[in-house]
């Protein structure tokens, strides 16, 4: 079992950046890929970036390439997400999430999400 709390959520203008960082418990967490998700309201959520177990491949969705850049601290448990110029688009409800493989399927362990809101 693999636990996850994120932080780092809130209010923003457009240009603005946020960084949300997930703590992660449980089994040892740099057997897992980690990946931040998104949902925005009325929409299916999304994957927006994923790490793999070492930190040495890292995936983008389109939309954040070259805005966003994800990280992770195995000696610490933790995973960043920085996002930067930050768009009214990118609002939603961010998730962290932890999985076997990069494969978006195997991601079985869900953080409970914290809200990024960017106003225009």
């Known amino acids: 079992q693999v636990q996850l709390v994120e932080s780092g959520g809130g209010l923003v203008q457009a240009g603005g950046s946020l960084r949300l960082s997930c703590a992660a418990s449980g089994r040892t967490f740099n057997n897992y890929a980690m990946g931040w998700f998104r949902q925005a309201p009325g929409k299916e959520r999304e994957v927006v970036a994923r790490i793999d177990w070492s930190g040495g491949y890292t995936y983008y969705a389109d939309p954040v390439k070259g805005r966003f850049a994800i990280s992770r601290d195995n000696a610490k448990n933790m995973v960043i997400l920085q996002m930067n110029s930050l768009k009214p688009e990118d609002t939603a409800v961010y998730y962290c999430?932890?999985?076997?493989?990069?494969?978006?399927?195997?991601?079985?362990?869900w953080g409970q999400g914290t809200q990024v809101s960017v106003s225009s």
């Open positions: 999430a932890a999985g076997r493989t990069l494969v978006v399927g195997t991601f079985n362990y």
